[in-house]
Structure formats: structure tokens, C-alpha cells
């Protein structure tokens, strides 16, 4: 089997609202090797966001349907709205062989892991709590009312770091450093003896 022919690592990437995930994904997405799983959500879009590109943007209705159906890899509902990860592109893409990245919260997180043990967990947090609150207001795309609330989710779900398999920072400045760490991270476990089983076997194939 060549390596193409190997199913690509399932990465959930988690991090508070403010940490930088976006610009940390945008550089890791410059790589054939990583796809970026499009979720679905019930919220607005926010200026500049297109629909099939950054989110499917569904109704509540359509979002249910769709859960109902069994399409979903995972889904929750956080600060008043569905997100969920389709099933059926996330299967296609990892069968190609490529990374897919899902930019999930914690609840979700947990969800994936149930379902897929071999996901690997990232959590990228801000340099600190005060940074991240500074990064958000900075932002200027949500209201007062909705900061605070996702403020007060971080309070839960930093702490779920624990959980996760890895901790990377993006610090001032530094999202290209945090890429790389996740380079790394994926590069050591794509290497893993523990997915790598058949290695004897196949270095005698040849
Ligand atoms: P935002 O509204 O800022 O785009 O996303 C809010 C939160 O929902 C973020 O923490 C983001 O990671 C998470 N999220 C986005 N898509 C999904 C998804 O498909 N499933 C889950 N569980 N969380 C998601």
C-alpha cells in the first residue's frame, strides 16, 4: 500500500472563541494534504462568510432534518445555535488520504472521539485569558451580549484541554509557528508505530 492509498488522520481542532483558529487553519490549508470539513450551522453568517465555503448555513428545520437522517458526524448546540460536521464528505475525504480538519467545540470533540478513537485532539489557545478577551473585542463582529457569552464558555472549555491530545499556543503574531507545531503533531502521528501495524509486513512485500 502507498502511502496515498492510506486513509488520512482525522484532526479535531478545538479553541476558545478569539485563539486564532482561522488564521492557523488558512496556513495549513496552503498544503494539498489538508482538507477543512465545512459544518453545518444554524447561525448567521458573519460579513464575509460564504455559504458551502466557511459553513452550510441551514435553517433549524433544514439542520434537524438532516440530524434525523443520520447525516451527521457529530453535532451540538452551543451559545443558542446547531453546528455539526457532515458525515458523508468527512468519509470521502479521509478514504482519499487526506487530513481533515475539524474546527469543532469541545462538546463535539468528545462526540468525534467516542466515534473515532484514532482522532487526534488539538486544543490552540491565545497566549492567555486576557489576550483572548482583547483578540474578540478587537474582532468587532459580535455584540456586547455575545462576547460575554462566549467569554463565559471559555471558563468551561479550556479546562477540557485535558482531554485532548495536544496544546499548542498562538501567540502574538506567531499563528505561522502554531501551524507548524500542528505540522509536526501530524507528522509524528501519521509515523505512529500504533497506525503503522503492518509495517513489517510490508517492508518484507517488496
Ligand atoms: P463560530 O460561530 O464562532 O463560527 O463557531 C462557534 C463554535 O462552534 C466554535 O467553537 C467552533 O469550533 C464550533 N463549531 C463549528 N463547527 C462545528 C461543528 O460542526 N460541530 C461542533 N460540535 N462545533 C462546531
Not at 482561522?22 to 453545518?40: F, H, K, N
Amino acid at each position: 500500500m502507498t502511502s496515498a492509498e492510506k486513509r488520512g488522520l482525522l484532526i479535531v481542532f478545538s479553541g476558545p472563541a478569539g485563539s486564532g483558529k482561522g488564521t492557523v487553519l488558512a496556513d495549513l490549508l496552503r498544503d494539498d494534504s489538508y482538507r477543512y470539513s465545512v459544518s453545518a450551522t444554524t447561525r448567521a453568517p458573519r460579513p464575509g462568510e460564504v455559504n458551502g465555503k466557511n459553513y452550510h448555513f441551514l435553517t433549524r428545520e433544514e439542520f434537524e432534518a438532516r440530524v434525523s437522517r443520520g447525516e451527521m458526524l457529530e453535532y451540538t448546540e452551543y451559545c443558542g445555535n446547531y453546528y455539526g460536521t457532515p458525515k458523508k464528505e468527512a468519509e470521502e475525504v479521509l478514504a482519499m488520504g487526506k487530513n481533515l480538519l475539524l474546527e469543532i467545540e469541545v462538546e463535539g470533540a468528545y462526540n468525534v472521539k467516542r466515534a473515532y478513537p484514532e482522532a487526534v485532539m488539538i486544543m490552540l489557545l491565545p497566549p492567555s485569558y486576557a489576550v483572548q478577551e482583547a483578540r474578540l473585542r478587537g474582532r468587532g463582529t459580535e455584540t456586547e451580549q455575545k462576547i460575554l457569552e462566549r467569554l463565559a464558555r471559555t471558563r468551561a472549555e479550556v479546562p477540557a484541554v485535558v482531554d485532548y491530545d495536544y496544546v499548542v499556543y498562538n501567540r502574538e503574531g506567531e499563528a505561522n509557528q502554531a501551524a507548524l507545531d500542528i505540522r509536526a503533531i501530524v507528522r509524528a502521528e501519521t509515523l505512529a508505530v500504533r497506525r503503522n501495524a503492518d509495517a513489517a509486513e510490508k517492508y518484507f512485500e517488496q
